[in-house]
């Protein structure tokens, strides 16, 4: 399936360059499962036409890049580790609205495989193999008590707001 993504995106015409740089930068606040996968259908999508893409992931979406998916105690302290655990990760990221106690997720993923649509989770690998730029907020971590150990290796870097900004300009800036 990822490789159908890559491989019809590397041959999807280029767009027009509407304002400058061929940029998008995605904060990805939120750690819903819908949302997490428009960040990820919008970088992968971007990034296929030969975009830089650049998402920054603080508070609830920090969950998205997670080493440990499924509840575990991270964190320093016993606070931390408690909202660790309920954070949960990737493979349990509620949706938005209609979560059935955690149902909603699970027909999504049903319903995405069915209608041979990328699921959350091979967004997530085809971000990896297109080379999007992933970024871990330095403040959120610091609340949350997570280190950069806390997340999976492609995560480019720990950055501040305004580190980011900087790299984000010149080019289109979303807020999921």
Known sequence: MKENIIQEGLSAPQS???GGSKKLSI?????????????????????????????????????????????????????????????????????????????????????????NVATLEELVEAAKVLGINLYACEMAMHVLGLKKEDFIPEVKDVLGVASFLKLSEGGQTLFI
Do not use: C
Not at 37 to 43: G, I, P
Not at 52 to 63: A, R, S
Not at 95 to 106: C, E, L, Q, S
């Open 27 to 115: 904060i990805a606040f939120s750690g819903d499962f819908d949302k997490l996968t428009a960040v990820f259908t919008l970088a992968t999508g971007a990034a296929a036409v030969g975009y830089e893409v650049n998402i920054f992931f603080t508070f609830w979406g920090l969950d998205a890049i997670k080493q440990k998916q499924g509840r575990s105690f991270v964190g320093g302290t016993w606070l931390t580790k408690i909202f660790g655990f309920m954070m949960g990760g990737l493979h349990v990221a509620p949706t938005t609205k209609f979560n059935f106690f955690g149902a909603g997720p699970k027909i999504f993923r049903y319903l995405m495989k069915k209608n």
């Open 16 to 18: 027009p360059n509407l």
